[in-house]
């Protein structure tokens, strides 16, 4: 019996030819082919047969798969032909390399897919497996559970933008807003004018941050994130304000993994937090109005505020422009428009810590590597439940861009330009945003 083993393409174990003892794949050993085989597998006459879903098919001539492949990859060997498997070298420029071989293979059929594997840890070769993919999600239960999350968010976000204001009201007439008033009518137009206004804003910033996300993923042809909104109980102003991206493939382009993490949330952070100060003079000094407000609130309670709103209320004592004790957000009502700013500043800059799900903790590991930003992951944790903030931490847990784990060629693909200026405004970020105990 021979002892010899061989890399599996899936998982990238060692293992005898035949079954895959770790995946369950199967490996082929291109050392045991007859020399009748050989011929048989000659790429002039071998045609492979791509299946994909609903019975369709794709067949293209394994020689003209050859030749689009060196083009780019210098082939080292053949793994297999069904489907077809290459080790190849990689080359000078990882990230163009391949996203230009995705091109070429899209414009030979929508479907034609091409997938990189590791060999280990090895940095100078991997294997690339071809496959077919509709062009589309990767299936219409993901297509149809989309827009059904869109649908669904955007009436939470409408019941929202009613409810914010009722309490918002009721609040500042001294009013106490019970879970009973969530169904009180409406008292007049102007209510309803103003809760349409907010859930417009709350939709537009949404939709902005999903945009911006999949602009980044499809500049590099990549397809591989679908933005679907999270929504909860929308008495809550949190609650509505979720955005979970969903792999539709992992992506392999480690500048696009890194794109997608920063900016959507760092644009949409950045507004916010200019909104918020210039919106600052519509909130309404009100201890009781504050208090009546931030019983039933998950943002404005008054018990912690962001770090940056907490630097801004003690320089404003410092300067004797501001005159109360305790913290804004127990004196200070904020108006409807102000708390969307405040509610996103939390959402967007919260999610670049440097936690493993989170969006900074997809930046931290592609820039540090797997084992340090799971030490920074933990210190940030324990700091969080050091500041009885555990509640808020396993809130925002499911409110995270979650990507996955890094993709396989991360360890040998390229960082995009200025990541260590995007790292640090990140941490920025990240920091202003933090929740201070107040």
Not at 43 to 56: A, C, R, Y
Not at 155 to 183: A, P
Not at 245 to 265: M, Q, R
Request: aromatic share 12%.
């Amino acid at each position: 019996m021979s002892n010899k083993t061989f890399v599996c393409w899936s998982c990238g174990e060692k293992t005898p030819a035949g079954k895959c003892i770790h995946c369950g794949e199967q490996v082929l050993d291109p050392t045991a082919q007859s020399r009748e085989e050989k011929l048989k597998l000659n790429p002039e006459n071998v045609v492979v047969s791509f299946d994909g879903p609903k019975g369709k098919k794709f067949d293209l001539k394994l020689n003209d798969l050859i030749d689009l492949t060196e083009e780019k990859f210098p082939i080292i060997n053949t793994k297999a032909i069904s489907p077809p498997i290459f080790e190849v070298k990689v080359p000078t420029n990882l990230d163009k390399t391949f996203t230009d071989l995705v091109t070429e293979c899209r414009s030979i059929n929508a479907g034609l897919t091409p997938n990189a594997y590791p060999i280990g840890r090895r940095k100078d070769s991997f294997l690339l497996v071809y496959s077919y993919r509709s062009s589309g999600s990767n299936s219409n239960t993901f297509q149809k559970w989309n827009r059904l999350f869109w649908v669904f968010t955007i009436l939470t976000i409408l019941m929202s933008g009613y409810f914010e204001v009722l309490r918002y009201n009721n609040s500042i007439n001294h009013l106490e807003t019970g879970y009973l008033s969530l169904f009180t009518l409406p008292s007049s137009a102007d209510m309803l004018i103003q809760a349409g206004i907010f859930s417009l804003i709350v939709i537009s910033i949404v939709l902005i941050r999903s945009k911006i996300q999949l602009f980044n993923s499809q500049i590099n042809n990549e397809e591989s994130v679908r933005s679907v909104p999270i929504p909860i109980i929308p008495y809550f102003e949190l609650g509505t304000l979720g955005n979970l991206l969903l792999e539709k493939k992992k992506i392999i382009n480690k500048g696009t993994l890194f794109n997608v993490s920063f900016y959507g949330n760092f644009i949409v952070w950045l507004i916010s937090l200019v909104a918020f100060f210039l919106l600052i003079s519509t909130n309404t000094l009100d201890a009781q109005a504050a208090h009546l407000f931030g019983v039933r609130s998950i943002l404005v309670s008054g018990n912690f505020e962001p770090l940056v709103l907490v630097l801004f209320t003690n320089l404003g004592k410092y300067l004797g422009l501001l005159n109360f004790s305790g913290s804004y957000t127990s004196n200070y009502l904020l108006s409807p428009y102000s708390l969307i700013a405040y509610g996103f500043i939390y959402l967007t800059g919260i999610q670049f810590l440097p936690i493993y799900q989170f969006n900074g903790g997809t930046l931290f590991r592609i820039s540090l590597g797997e084992q340090k930003s799971m030490l920074l992951s933990l210190l940030v944790i324990l700091l969080l439940v050091m500041n009885g903030l555990v509640y808020l931490a396993l809130l925002l847990f499911f409110f995270t861009g979650r990507y996955g784990s890094l993709d396989v060629l991360n360890h040998i693909s390229e960082l995009p330009p200025h990541s260590k200026i995007m790292l640090v405004l990140a941490v920025i970020a990240a920091t202003l945003s933090f929740p201070i105990p107040v």
